[in-house]
């Protein structure tokens, strides 16, 4: 009996973001409105993190919200239909409820359904897991056009009187269209996990412990801030120069480089490792939005091409890096 060849699927050779969409919290919380609890002051968290000010948003608008807000821009601005998504994925740790997922809930609301949809949990990495992903499943024919969001809505993880990560927090979300090109526009992707950090960055409890011993308050944020700034600075840029090595380019080539906005200090040291020179776009979005985790790339993606729009078209270095602790980074081609 001959056994029958299966089908598979080809999809187009090469990929690329086609469009940017973005959405802040409405408001804006300066560093004098939460140093009191931290003991602290608005040029203590300026000089160690280089936020001024970050965008929060109000209690009626959830992190599902946000993502609608900037998937809508993104598809709007696509031109693409709705009906033609094949996948929507969202990367982000502060779904407010275990399942379903996000990314089912948004599909709908944008028009996406039957799309596939699920979440990704990568923390600050997140966004960049899920271009990997669409970048994958548009090359193997599994879909012609991807939406991917980075969503977050921290302030309700945030402790007010956590001085290791809490100031820094914001709320965002911003989204991609992935999808088919002529040439290369999403690079191999540079991806990986260092568990042996496992607690370096996350939740100061379990949600079982957190019920028994807080009448039901919900774990918050927290981190061990010298050993993920280390880990950062040394290790990261190292991820950074593989990533631009396996697309075949030098800084010397970019026209913007946009690292997760996790503190000021790292973004400049990395921009130092690389030798990125000046004529590169270099994102800072952390200053006035926040660490918004998963949210912070495309963010900062969006700000950059709506302040320098002659950097589009070209190429930009995207790296995330956060809780797990996991990283990854590629190569761009800008909208």
Same mark, same amino acid.
């Given at each position: 009996?001959?056994?029958?060849?299966?089908?598979?699927?080809?999809?187009?050779?090469? &990929?690329?973001?086609?469009?940017?969409? %973005?959405?802040?919290?409405?408001?804006?919380?300066?560093?004098?409105?939460?140093?009191?609890?931290?003991?602290?002051?608005?040029?203590? +968290?300026?000089?160690?993190?280089?936020?001024?000010?970050?965008?929060?948003?109000?209690?009626?608008?959830?992190?599902?919200? !946000?993502? &609608?807000?900037?998937?809508?821009?993104?598809?709007?601005?696509?031109?693409?239909?709705?009906?033609? #998504?094949?996948?929507?994925?969202?990367? &982000?740790?502060?779904?407010?409820?275990? &399942?379903?997922?996000?990314?089912?809930?948004?599909?709908?609301?944008?028009?996406?359904?039957?799309? %596939?949809?699920?979440?990704?949990? =990568?923390?600050?990495?997140?966004?960049?897991?899920?271009?990997?992903?669409?970048?994958? !499943?548009?090359?193997?024919?599994?879909?012609?056009?991807?939406?991917? +969001?980075?969503?977050?809505? #921290?302030?309700?993880?945030?402790?007010?009187?956590?001085?290791?990560?809490?100031?820094? !927090?914001?709320?965002?979300?911003?989204?991609? +269209?992935?999808?088919?090109?002529?040439?290369?526009?999403?690079?191999? $992707?540079? @991806?990986?996990?260092?568990?042996?950090? @496992?607690? =370096?960055?996350?939740?100061?409890?379990?949600?079982?412990?957190? +019920?028994?011993?807080?009448?039901?308050?919900?774990?918050?944020?927290?981190?061990?801030?010298?050993?993920?700034?280390?880990?950062?600075?040394?290790?990261?840029?190292?991820?950074?120069?593989?990533?631009?090595?396996?697309?075949?380019?030098?800084?010397?080539?970019?026209?913007?480089?946009?690292?997760?906005?996790?503190?000021?200090?790292?973004?400049?040291?990395?921009?130092?490792? !690389?030798?990125?020179?000046?004529?590169?776009?270099?994102?800072?979005?952390?200053?006035?939005?926040?660490?918004?985790?998963?949210? $912070?790339?495309? #963010?900062?993606? *969006?700000?950059?091409?709506?302040? *320098?729009?002659?950097?589009?078209?070209?190429?930009?270095?995207?790296?995330?890096?956060?809780?797990?602790?996991?990283?990854?980074?590629?190569?761009?081609?800008?909208?």
């Amino acid at each position: 009996m001959t056994t029958p060849t299966l089908n598979q699927s080809v999809g187009s050779p090469f &990929t690329r973001i086609l469009a940017v969409g %973005a959405a802040r919290g409405d408001l804006n919380v300066p560093n004098d409105d939460i140093v009191g609890p931290i003991e602290s002051s608005d040029e203590w +968290i300026r000089q160690r993190t280089g936020v001024i000010t970050r965008k929060r948003a109000s209690d009626a608008i959830s992190a599902a919200d !946000l993502a &609608t807000d900037a998937a809508k821009e993104a598809i709007a601005r696509a031109k693409v239909d709705p009906s033609e #998504l094949g996948a929507v994925i969202i990367a &982000t740790i502060s779904n407010e409820v275990q &399942t379903p997922s996000m990314a089912a809930l948004v599909a709908d609301r944008v028009g996406a359904t039957p799309a %596939a949809a699920y979440d990704i949990s =990568a923390a600050c990495a997140g966004f960049c897991y899920g271009l990997a992903q669409a970048d994958a !499943l548009i090359r193997a024919g599994a879909a012609r056009y991807v939406l991917v +969001i980075g969503a977050e809505k #921290l302030s309700y993880l945030a402790k007010p009187t956590d001085r290791t990560i809490s100031f820094l !927090l914001g709320d965002g979300a911003g989204a991609v +269209i992935v999808g088919p090109a002529d040439e290369p526009g999403i690079s191999a $992707s540079i @991806w990986g996990s260092d568990g042996g950090k @496992w607690d =370096a960055v996350g939740m100061d409890s379990t949600n079982r412990d957190a +019920i028994a011993a807080r009448e039901g308050e919900f774990p918050t944020l927290r981190q061990d801030g010298q050993t993920v700034f280390r880990w950062a600075v040394w290790e990261m840029a190292k991820v950074a120069q593989q990533a631009l090595d396996a697309a075949g380019i030098t800084s010397d080539d970019l026209a913007a480089f946009i690292p997760h906005q996790a503190n000021m200090r790292i973004i400049n040291e990395f921009a130092k490792q !690389l030798n990125v020179p000046d004529h590169v776009v270099i994102a800072r979005d952390i200053e006035t939005t926040g660490n918004t985790s998963a949210a $912070s790339i495309p #963010l900062a993606m *969006h700000r950059v091409l709506e302040e *320098h729009p002659e950097v589009s078209g070209g190429y930009a270095l995207t790296i995330g890096f956060g809780a797990g602790l996991v990283y990854a980074a590629q190569i761009v081609r800008l909208p």
